[in-house]
C-alpha cells in the first residue's frame, strides 16, 4: 500500500475503465481506449508486512469480510487477508505498474478466485460493499474519503496506516516498531458509522493561538 498523490488528470475528466485482473475478452479489448499511460503523483512507500498483520488482526477480519485496499500498490494486503482468512478482496490502483504487479501477485499466491485488482480512481469507487477498508493515504485524501466511508454499513471497519482520518475519532490506536524497516508505524482503527468530531477552521485555529500568545505576554 502506498501514500498516493492522484494526478488531477485521473481525478477529473478522464474516464477510466474499471477493469479486474480478470476481465473478459470484451472488457480487455477497451482497454485501447483509455489513456496511454496512468500514473500516481506518488511517495512511494510499501506497507511493512508485520504492519499488515497488525492491521488485519485489529480490523478482526473472518472468511464472511469484503477487504477494499485504496491504493493497493503490489497488492500485499488483499492478498494476505485472503490466504490467511479465506475472505474476498479488491484492491484498487489508478498506476498502470502497481496494478500490472498486484495482478502478477495474485497469480502467485493463487488466490486468483478471493481477490481482484481494478484500475480505477478510489475517488470514485462505489465502498458501500466493503466490511473492511485498508488504506495507507495521505490525511487530506483520508478526509475526502469521508462522503465514500458514511456510505459503508454500520460495524464495517476501516484501518488507516500512518495517517488518521482529520475530525474522526478513531476506536482504536496502536504504534508499532516494524522488523522490517526498524521504523514506527502507527495504525488506526474506526468503526461505522464513523464518530465525527469538530474540526477547528483555520480562522478558528489563529484565533486560538492568538489568544495563547497574549496570555504568555501577561
Not at 473478459?24 to 506518488?42: F, I, L, Y
Not at 495521505?138 to 458514511?150: C, G, R, W, Y
Request: with cysteine; aromatic share 6%; net charge negative.
Amino acid at each position: 500500500m502506498y501514500r498516493m498523490l492522484w494526478t488531477v488528470a485521473a481525478a477529473v475528466g478522464l474516464s477510466l475503465a474499471s477493469l479486474g485482473c480478470w476481465a473478459s475478452a470484451e472488457e480487455k479489448a477497451s482497454e485501447q481506449e483509455k489513456p496511454k499511460k496512468m500514473t500516481a503523483d506518488v511517495v512511494y512507500v510499501a506497507t511493512p508486512h508485520d504492519v499488515v498483520d497488525k492491521m488485519l488482526r485489529m480490523a478482526k477480519i473472518t472468511k464472511d469480510d469484503v477487504v477494499y485496499d485504496l491504493g493497493c500498490g503490489d497488492g500485499r494486503i488483499v492478498v494476505a487477508a485472503a490466504k490467511r482468512y479465506g475472505c474476498r478482496g479488491i484492491g484498487f490502483d489508478i498506476d498502470d505498474d502497481r496494478y500490472k504487479e498486484s495482478c502478477e501477485n495474485v497469480k502467485k499466491a493463487k488466490v486468483e478466485k478471493l481477490v481482484d485488482i481494478q484500475q480505477e480512481d478510489i475517488f470514485t469507487v462505489d465502498l458501500s460493499k466493503a466490511s473492511v477498508i485498508t488504506s495507507y493515504l495521505l490525511p487530506e485524501m483520508n478526509v475526502k474519503l469521508i462522503p465514500q466511508f458514511d456510505k459503508m454499513k454500520d460495524g464495517s471497519r476501516i484501518v488507516c496506516h500512518d495517517y488518521d482520518i482529520k475530525g474522526v475519532k478513531p476506536d482504536e490506536e496502536i504504534h508499532m516498531t516494524s522488523n522490517e524497516d526498524g521504523v514506527r508505524h502507527g495504525i488506526f482503527l474506526y468503526t461505522l458509522p464513523l464518530k465525527k468530531e469538530k474540526v477547528k477552521t483555520e480562522e478558528e485555529e489563529d484565533e486560538e493561538n492568538e489568544e495563547l500568545e497574549e496570555n504568555e505576554t501577561q
